[in-house]
Protein backbone atom coordinates (compact mmCIF):
# COMPACT_ATOMS: atom_id res chain seq x y z
CA UNK A 1 0.00 0.00 0.00
CA UNK A 2 0.75 3.82 -0.77
CA UNK A 3 3.15 5.04 2.51
CA UNK A 4 3.04 8.49 3.92
CA UNK A 5 2.31 10.89 1.85
CA UNK A 6 2.86 15.05 2.34
CA UNK A 7 1.96 18.35 -0.17
CA UNK A 8 2.77 20.35 -1.58
CA UNK A 9 6.29 19.01 -1.55
CA UNK A 10 7.46 22.87 -2.02
CA UNK A 11 6.37 25.73 -0.74
CA UNK A 12 7.33 29.38 -1.27
CA UNK A 13 5.92 32.12 1.41
CA UNK A 14 6.01 35.51 1.32
CA UNK A 15 6.77 36.68 5.18
CA UNK A 16 3.67 37.34 7.10
CA UNK A 17 1.55 35.13 4.52
CA UNK A 18 -0.30 32.08 5.81
CA UNK A 19 0.52 28.67 4.70
CA UNK A 20 -1.13 25.00 5.35
CA UNK A 21 0.70 21.33 4.55
CA UNK A 22 -0.80 18.22 4.39
CA UNK A 23 -0.16 15.11 5.92
CA UNK A 24 -2.00 11.51 4.28
CA UNK A 25 -0.83 9.11 6.57
CA UNK A 26 -0.64 5.40 6.11
CA UNK A 27 -4.20 4.11 6.45
CA UNK A 28 -5.48 2.60 9.61
CA UNK A 29 -2.45 4.05 11.71
CA UNK A 30 -3.72 5.52 14.62
CA UNK A 31 -0.90 7.95 15.37
CA UNK A 32 0.71 10.64 13.25
CA UNK A 33 3.51 12.98 14.71
CA UNK A 34 4.59 16.08 12.69
CA UNK A 35 8.27 17.33 12.75
CA UNK A 36 10.64 20.73 11.68
CA UNK A 37 14.11 19.43 10.21
CA UNK A 38 16.15 22.42 10.39
CA UNK A 39 19.01 22.81 7.56
CA UNK A 40 22.12 20.64 8.62
CA UNK A 41 20.17 19.12 11.78
CA UNK A 42 17.94 16.51 12.82
CA UNK A 43 14.23 16.55 13.05
CA UNK A 44 12.43 18.19 15.51
CA UNK A 45 9.21 16.98 17.47
CA UNK A 46 6.32 19.27 16.78
CA UNK A 47 3.09 17.72 18.06
CA UNK A 48 1.62 14.43 17.96
CA UNK A 49 -2.10 13.19 17.20
CA UNK A 50 -3.52 9.75 18.83
CA UNK A 51 -6.56 9.61 16.01
CA UNK A 52 -8.51 13.19 15.96
CA UNK A 53 -7.14 14.09 19.75
CA UNK A 54 -4.10 16.25 19.35
CA UNK A 55 -2.43 15.07 22.89
CA UNK A 56 1.04 16.85 22.62
CA UNK A 57 1.90 19.85 20.83
CA UNK A 58 4.91 20.84 23.44
CA UNK A 59 7.00 21.38 20.36
CA UNK A 60 5.28 23.61 18.63
CA UNK A 61 7.39 26.62 18.33
CA UNK A 62 5.16 29.60 18.91
CA UNK A 63 0.78 30.36 18.76
CA UNK A 64 1.51 30.82 14.87
CA UNK A 65 1.45 27.16 14.58
CA UNK A 66 -1.29 24.77 14.68
CA UNK A 67 -2.22 21.57 13.76
CA UNK A 68 -5.09 19.59 13.50
CA UNK A 69 -6.52 16.27 12.30
CA UNK A 70 -10.40 16.72 12.21
CA UNK A 71 -11.25 12.96 11.64
CA UNK A 72 -8.45 10.87 12.39
CA UNK A 73 -6.70 10.28 8.91
CA UNK A 74 -5.42 13.24 7.04
CA UNK A 75 -3.80 16.11 9.39
CA UNK A 76 -2.74 19.81 8.18
CA UNK A 77 -0.08 22.13 9.61
CA UNK A 78 -1.01 25.89 9.84
CA UNK A 79 1.64 28.71 10.24
CA UNK A 80 0.06 31.69 10.28
CA UNK A 81 2.36 35.09 9.52
CA UNK A 82 5.30 33.50 8.71
CA UNK A 83 8.48 34.23 9.65
CA UNK A 84 12.14 33.93 8.01
CA UNK A 85 12.69 31.13 10.69
CA UNK A 86 9.90 29.39 9.67
CA UNK A 87 11.84 28.16 6.92
CA UNK A 88 12.89 24.04 7.31
CA UNK A 89 11.15 20.59 5.94
CA UNK A 90 8.28 19.73 7.81
CA UNK A 91 8.10 15.88 8.07
CA UNK A 92 5.15 13.96 9.00
CA UNK A 93 4.87 10.38 10.74
CA UNK A 94 2.45 7.89 10.88
CA UNK A 95 2.48 4.63 13.53
CA UNK A 96 0.06 1.91 13.68
CA UNK A 97 -0.02 1.68 18.08
CA UNK A 98 -1.53 4.60 20.33
CA UNK A 99 1.19 6.29 21.61
CA UNK A 100 4.18 5.30 18.79
CA UNK A 101 5.49 3.88 21.47
CA UNK A 102 6.59 0.02 22.88
CA UNK A 103 9.02 -0.28 19.74
CA UNK A 104 6.25 0.82 17.16
CA UNK A 105 7.67 1.85 14.39
CA UNK A 106 7.40 5.23 12.83
CA UNK A 107 7.03 5.82 8.80
CA UNK A 108 7.84 9.10 7.66
CA UNK A 109 6.84 10.86 4.56
CA UNK A 110 8.69 12.73 2.35
CA UNK A 111 8.20 16.22 3.70
CA UNK A 112 7.49 19.60 2.60
CA UNK A 113 10.32 21.95 1.95
CA UNK A 114 9.57 25.28 3.37
CA UNK A 115 11.13 28.40 2.25
CA UNK A 116 10.13 32.04 3.55
CA UNK A 117 11.86 35.13 1.74
CA UNK B 1 19.17 17.42 25.29
CA UNK B 2 19.95 14.88 23.24
CA UNK B 3 20.40 11.23 24.77
CA UNK B 4 22.70 10.19 22.51
CA UNK B 5 25.89 10.65 21.16
CA UNK B 6 27.29 9.63 18.07
CA UNK B 7 30.74 10.69 15.37
CA UNK B 8 29.57 13.63 13.07
CA UNK B 9 30.96 11.02 10.47
CA UNK B 10 32.19 8.20 9.11
CA UNK B 11 33.67 6.48 5.70
CA UNK B 12 32.88 2.94 4.76
CA UNK B 13 34.19 1.20 1.24
CA UNK B 14 31.41 -0.54 -1.21
CA UNK B 15 30.85 -4.16 0.33
CA UNK B 16 32.29 -4.35 3.79
CA UNK B 17 30.85 -3.95 7.22
CA UNK B 18 29.88 -0.84 8.44
CA UNK B 19 29.80 -0.42 12.54
CA UNK B 20 28.20 2.66 13.33
CA UNK B 21 28.81 3.04 17.38
CA UNK B 22 26.19 5.29 19.67
CA UNK B 23 26.40 5.67 23.36
CA UNK B 24 23.79 6.37 25.31
CA UNK B 25 24.62 6.33 29.45
CA UNK B 26 21.32 7.90 30.46
CA UNK B 27 18.96 5.37 28.95
CA UNK B 28 16.28 4.38 31.18
CA UNK B 29 15.22 0.51 31.80
CA UNK B 30 11.98 1.28 29.93
CA UNK B 31 13.66 2.79 26.85
CA UNK B 32 14.12 1.30 23.85
CA UNK B 33 17.17 2.07 21.31
CA UNK B 34 16.10 3.10 17.40
CA UNK B 35 17.77 3.22 14.75
CA UNK B 36 16.83 5.91 11.31
CA UNK B 37 18.52 6.53 8.56
CA UNK B 38 17.81 9.90 6.39
CA UNK B 39 19.32 9.62 2.72
CA UNK B 40 19.35 13.00 1.48
CA UNK B 41 16.05 14.50 0.64
CA UNK B 42 14.13 12.15 2.04
CA UNK B 43 12.11 11.27 5.51
CA UNK B 44 13.73 8.90 7.70
CA UNK B 45 13.78 5.31 7.05
CA UNK B 46 13.35 3.05 10.46
CA UNK B 47 15.98 0.54 10.47
CA UNK B 48 16.08 -1.19 13.43
CA UNK B 49 15.01 -1.11 17.55
CA UNK B 50 16.08 -3.22 20.54
CA UNK B 51 15.13 -3.06 24.41
CA UNK B 52 17.89 -5.57 25.62
CA UNK B 53 18.79 -8.43 23.21
CA UNK B 54 20.60 -8.10 19.97
CA UNK B 55 18.66 -8.06 17.07
CA UNK B 56 18.95 -8.53 13.24
CA UNK B 57 16.54 -7.82 10.32
CA UNK B 58 17.15 -7.84 6.65
CA UNK B 59 18.72 -4.15 6.60
CA UNK B 60 21.34 -4.23 9.52
CA UNK B 61 21.83 -5.86 12.99
CA UNK B 62 21.72 -4.42 16.27
CA UNK B 63 23.99 -5.14 18.80
CA UNK B 64 23.50 -3.67 23.00
CA UNK B 65 26.09 -3.94 25.61
CA UNK B 66 25.00 -5.57 28.36
CA UNK B 67 24.78 -2.74 30.20
CA UNK B 68 22.90 -0.47 27.94
CA UNK B 69 24.81 2.32 27.63
CA UNK B 70 26.10 1.70 24.35
CA UNK B 71 25.02 0.25 20.91
CA UNK B 72 26.54 -0.69 17.46
CA UNK B 73 24.11 -0.85 14.39
CA UNK B 74 26.08 -3.15 11.79
CA UNK B 75 25.38 -2.62 8.09
CA UNK B 76 27.06 -5.88 6.95
CA UNK B 77 27.51 -5.23 3.04
CA UNK B 78 27.47 -1.54 2.78
CA UNK B 79 26.48 -0.08 -0.94
CA UNK B 80 26.30 2.90 -2.27
CA UNK B 81 22.46 3.36 -1.33
CA UNK B 82 23.62 3.44 2.27
CA UNK B 83 25.15 6.71 2.24
CA UNK B 84 23.18 8.40 4.26
CA UNK B 85 22.49 10.07 8.22
CA UNK B 86 22.37 7.40 10.78
CA UNK B 87 20.30 8.56 13.84
CA UNK B 88 20.77 6.95 17.48
CA UNK B 89 17.62 7.67 19.20
CA UNK B 90 16.40 6.23 22.52
CA UNK B 91 13.10 7.01 23.42
CA UNK B 92 10.45 5.41 26.20
CA UNK B 93 7.87 3.09 25.61
CA UNK B 94 4.91 3.99 27.34
CA UNK B 95 5.08 7.67 28.95
CA UNK B 96 6.33 9.83 25.82
CA UNK B 97 3.44 9.34 22.90
CA UNK B 98 6.40 8.33 21.29
CA UNK B 99 8.41 11.15 20.14
CA UNK B 100 11.71 10.49 18.80
CA UNK B 101 14.57 13.05 19.82
CA UNK B 102 17.16 12.89 17.03
CA UNK B 103 20.48 14.34 17.40
CA UNK B 104 22.75 15.35 14.70
CA UNK B 105 23.19 12.01 13.70
CA UNK B 106 26.39 10.38 11.57
CA UNK B 107 27.21 11.11 7.81
CA UNK B 108 28.10 7.82 6.66
CA UNK B 109 29.72 8.13 3.31
CA UNK B 110 29.72 4.89 1.27
CA UNK B 111 32.66 5.01 -1.44
CA UNK B 112 33.39 2.33 -4.24
Known amino acids: GAGVSQSPRYKVAKRGQDVALRCDPISGHVSLFWYQQALGQGPEFLTYFQNEAQLDKSGLPSDRFFAERPEGSVSTLKIQRTQQEDSAVYLC???????????????FGPGTRLTVL | DAKTTQPPSMDCAEGRAANLPCNHSTISGNEYVYWYRQIHSQGPQYIIHGLKNNETNEMASLIITEDRKSSTLILPHATLRDTAVYYCIVGATTDSWGKLQFGAGTQVVVTP
Open chain 1, 93 to 107: ASSLAMWGGRGDTQY
